[in-house]
């Protein structure tokens, strides 16, 4: 089973509108965390956004907030007032931990795409 | 601020050839990570290290080889590349545990383009 899914695999939105993408994740941890990451065409790979399964409060980063619902087990980012440079691959992640050790498994992306 | 270096950045190899992939970090975390990407497939665990001294493997290891030489590098060693890992490879570290106020974010390399004709 996908540890993440991402089921959008391109989306469109208008410059200055909101979007929403997509985060499903399978755990049996109680204790993991979930970010969300952005690569330009550039190639690096920007951390933007971070939620701890044990934070109540949905996390948020200036434009960019994380909509956490555990119990269905989704993460999805939510970019508001979209600008031309949102334009990228985005992916979720989730850390795990095991006996110690953590590992990092993420989705195969989104490639959003804004338009002016 | 050097974060997280890998080299290098661009490798043409034939088929049979083998290479190492260095990275090194300098932000004394415990954890390192490789991660190849492939178009449609996103960012897939090739190894991983919890510490110095420990390596484990990830979601697909096969062809592939690690050291952790010490608690700043980990290196990725094809011995005997193939066509299919033709990829950009991705370096990342992380400080490990899970405080309230650690993320454990991945501090990630600029990539390795890889092509193995």
């Known amino acids: 089973a996908q540890k993440i899914t991402q089921t959008q695999p391109g989306m469109f939105v208008q410059e200055k509108e909101a979007v929403t993408l997509d985060c499903t994740y399978d755990?049996?941890?109680?204790?993991?965390?979930l970010f969300w990451y952005k690569q330009p065409s550039s190639g690096e790979m920007i951390f933007l956004i971070y939620?701890?399964?044990?934070?109540?409060q949905n996390a948020t980063e200036g434009r960019y907030s994380l909509n956490f619902q555990k119990a269905r087990k989704s993460a999805n980012l939510v970019i508001s007032a979209s600008q031309l440079g949102d334009s990228a691959m985005y992916f979720c992640?989730?850390?795990?931990?095991?006996?110690?050790?953590?590992?990092?498994?993420f989705g195969i992306g989104t490639k959003l795409q804004v338009i002016p | 601020n050097a974060g997280v270096t890998q080299t290098p950045k661009f490798q043409v190899l034939k088929t049979g050839q083998s290479m190492t992939l260095q990275c090194a970090q300098d932000?004394?975390?415990?954890?390192m990570y490789w991660y190849r990407q492939d178009p449609g497939m996103g960012l897939r665990l090739i190894y991983y290290?919890?510490?110095?001294?420990?390596?484990d493997k990830g979601e697909v290891p096969n062809g592939y080889n690690v050291s952790r030489l010490n608690k700043r590098e980990f290196s990725l060693r094809l011995e005997s590349a193939a066509p299919s890992q033709t990829s950009v490879y991705f370096c990342?570290?992380?400080?490990?545990?899970?405080?309230?106020?650690?993320?454990?974010?991945?501090?990630f390399g600029e990539g390795s383009r890889l092509t193995v004709l």
């Open positions: 990342a570290s992380s400080d490990s545990g899970f405080g309230v106020h650690n993320t454990g974010e991945l501090f």
């Open positions: 755990t049996s941890d109680q204790s993991y965390g």
């Open positions: 939620q701890g399964s044990y934070d109540e």
């Open positions: 992640a989730m850390r795990e931990s095991f006996g110690g050790y953590q590992k990092v498994t």
């Open positions: 932000m004394n975390h415990n954890s």
């Open positions: 290290s919890a510490s110095e001294g420990t390596t």
